[in-house]
């Protein structure tokens, strides 16, 4: 079913209209309408009165330019993005719940927004308007997902039976987390929140596709490997390990402990002791594929991966992998962030790396200096 979202932007319209267009190839999934902004108080009186011919809204970050009349907007996203929220709650003129979503061409948007911790909850997910551009399929999908979630859960008759989330699946502090929201008050965006950040956006009980590669020791980058040849295995014979919950057709994901037990179930032999080569031998073998292994990475060693690099989504094995800062939120139940030692090297040694592995990475950095100069 497609779902239609209004796109409130301060650029000039035909730019406007050229990424609504990029969003609305796929018609059985998605339509986006553009709109320049107005003052608030028509914006606002526009979105109440027409909240039954649209299911979710993208909007601009700062909304700073004059629109084609000369008007200047009197509010952010950020400002609209609350009184909706609150509207939504409190049932006041808003008789629904649906997805906000933010987006910016600002050179350092993420930067920023990350800082801004207090509007995080308003927003369901945020991209660059670059992302939008040149993976508008790969949005279309998750905008579809996320309409398509608010509408089942704003169903009254929907509970948290209904997630069919087993609890020998996931952590049962998360089980706890999300049951103590559907009793009390069941506030749509809050649940899609809570479900984005602990198990769809972050790896942990759930896994992506790079992680899933990673821990078979795939090379997900080898040019010379069939692209079909992983499809098969990660939609076909992973079939059975696949989440296909609430927000699932939006994001490919893997349960983690499902996938531990498909491999000893069918090989007899713990995963995390084989390197990328035996686990993708096996995998070949078993089912008969062509699948290419994963090598190390400049400065590593170790192809036992287990975890992907954050800046490059490469392969990294634990004992070879950096600590990434951590977030001062993060729940227990959601893997670390890593990186390679090569993306290491290159970072911003306080700003990036965690507190636990700054002396190992200047260690690691003189060592291999050291050697180059010495070849």
Same mark, same amino acid.
């Given at each position: 079913?497609?779902?239609?979202?209004?796109?409130?932007?301060?650029?000039? %319209? !035909?730019?406007?209209?050229?990424?609504?267009?990029?969003?609305?190839? &796929?018609?059985?999934?998605?339509?986006?309408?553009?709109?320049?902004?107005?003052?608030?108080?028509?914006?606002?009186?526009?979105?109440?009165?027409?909240?039954?011919?649209?299911?979710?809204?993208?909007?601009?970050?700062?909304?700073?330019?004059?629109?084609?009349?000369?008007?200047?907007?009197?509010?952010?996203?950020?400002? %609209?993005?609350?009184?909706?929220?609150?509207?939504?709650? /409190?049932?006041?003129?808003?008789?629904?719940?649906?997805?906000?979503?933010?987006?910016?061409?600002?050179?350092?948007?993420?930067?920023?927004?990350?800082?801004?911790?207090?509007?995080?909850?308003?927003?369901?997910?945020?991209?660059?308007?670059?992302?939008?551009?040149?993976?508008?399929?790969?949005?279309?999908?998750?905008?579809?997902?996320?309409?398509?979630?608010?509408?089942?859960?704003?169903?009254? +008759?929907?509970?948290?039976?209904?997630?069919?989330?087993?609890?020998?699946?996931?952590?049962?502090?998360?089980?706890?987390?999300?049951?103590?929201?559907?009793?009390?008050?069941?506030?749509?965006?809050?649940?899609?929140?809570?479900?984005?950040?602990?198990?769809?956006? &972050?790896?942990?009980?759930?896994?992506? !596709?790079?992680?899933?590669?990673?821990? %078979?020791?795939?090379?997900?980058?080898?040019?010379?490997?069939?692209?079909?040849?992983?499809?098969?295995?990660?939609?076909?014979?992973?079939?059975?390990?696949?989440?296909?919950?609430?927000?699932? /057709?939006?994001?490919?994901?893997?349960?983690?402990?499902?996938? %531990?037990?498909?491999?000893?179930?069918?090989?007899?032999?713990?995963?995390?002791?084989?390197?990328?080569?035996?686990?993708?031998?096996?995998?070949?073998?078993?089912?008969?594929?062509?699948? +290419?292994?994963?090598?190390?990475?400049?400065?590593?060693?170790?192809?036992?991966?287990?975890?992907?690099?954050?800046?490059?989504?490469?392969?990294?094995?634990? /004992?070879?992998?950096?600590?990434?800062?951590?977030?001062?939120?993060?729940?227990?139940?959601?893997?670390?962030?890593?990186?390679?030692?090569?993306?290491?090297?290159?970072?911003?040694?306080?700003?990036?790396?965690?507190?636990?592995?700054? &002396?190992?990475?200047?260690?690691?950095?003189?060592?291999?200096?050291? !050697?180059?100069?010495?070849?």
């Amino acid at each position: 079913m497609a779902y239609r979202f209004y796109y409130i932007d301060d650029d000039p %319209l !035909e730019n406007i209209k050229g990424i609504a267009r990029n969003l609305s190839v &796929e018609k059985d999934l998605l339509e986006v309408v553009p709109f320049q902004h107005g003052l608030w108080t028509n914006v606002l009186s526009d979105l109440l009165e027409d909240q039954s011919e649209y299911s979710g809204l993208i909007l601009d970050w700062k909304l700073k330019n004059k629109n084609k009349d000369g008007v200047l907007a009197d509010f952010n996203a950020a400002a %609209l993005a609350q009184q909706l929220r609150i509207l939504s709650v /409190e049932k006041k003129g808003l008789q629904k719940d649906f997805p906000i979503v933010l987006c910016s061409a600002e050179a350092n948007f993420y930067s920023v927004y990350n800082k801004e911790k207090t509007i995080h909850d308003l927003f369901d997910i945020v991209y660059s308007k670059d992302h939008l551009s040149e993976r508008y399929h790969e949005v279309i999908k998750e905008l579809n997902s996320l309409a398509r979630a608010y509408i089942q859960l704003m169903d009254e +008759s929907f509970n948290f039976e209904d997630l069919g989330y087993e609890s020998d699946e996931f952590d049962p502090r998360f089980i706890e987390g999300i049951k103590i929201l559907f009793n009390d008050g069941k506030i749509v965006h809050v649940i899609i929140k809570y479900l984005l950040n602990n198990i769809i956006l &972050e790896n942990g009980l759930l896994i992506d !596709e790079n992680i899933l590669a990673s821990r %078979l020791g795939v090379d997900l980058f080898d040019k010379d490997m069939n692209p079909s040849i992983w499809e098969t295995l990660k939609f076909k014979i992973l079939d059975e390990i696949r989440y296909k919950g609430i927000l699932s /057709e939006g994001w490919d994901r893997w349960y983690q402990s499902r996938l %531990l037990k498909f491999w000893n179930e069918l090989f007899g032999i713990s995963l995390a002791s084989l390197n990328s080569k035996e686990r993708v031998q096996m995998l070949n073998d078993k089912f008969d594929l062509k699948l +290419s292994f994963a090598k190390p990475l400049k400065y590593n060693v170790s192809s036992n991966f287990w975890y992907v690099c954050n800046y490059s989504k490469r392969p990294i094995a634990f /004992e070879e992998a950096i600590l990434v800062k951590k977030s001062d939120n993060m729940m227990p139940w959601i893997d670390q962030r890593y990186l390679s030692y090569e993306e290491a090297f290159n970072c911003d040694l306080n700003r990036d790396i965690d507190l636990v592995d700054r &002396e190992r990475v200047i260690f690691l950095k003189k060592r291999f200096s050291h !050697e180059n100069s010495r070849n």
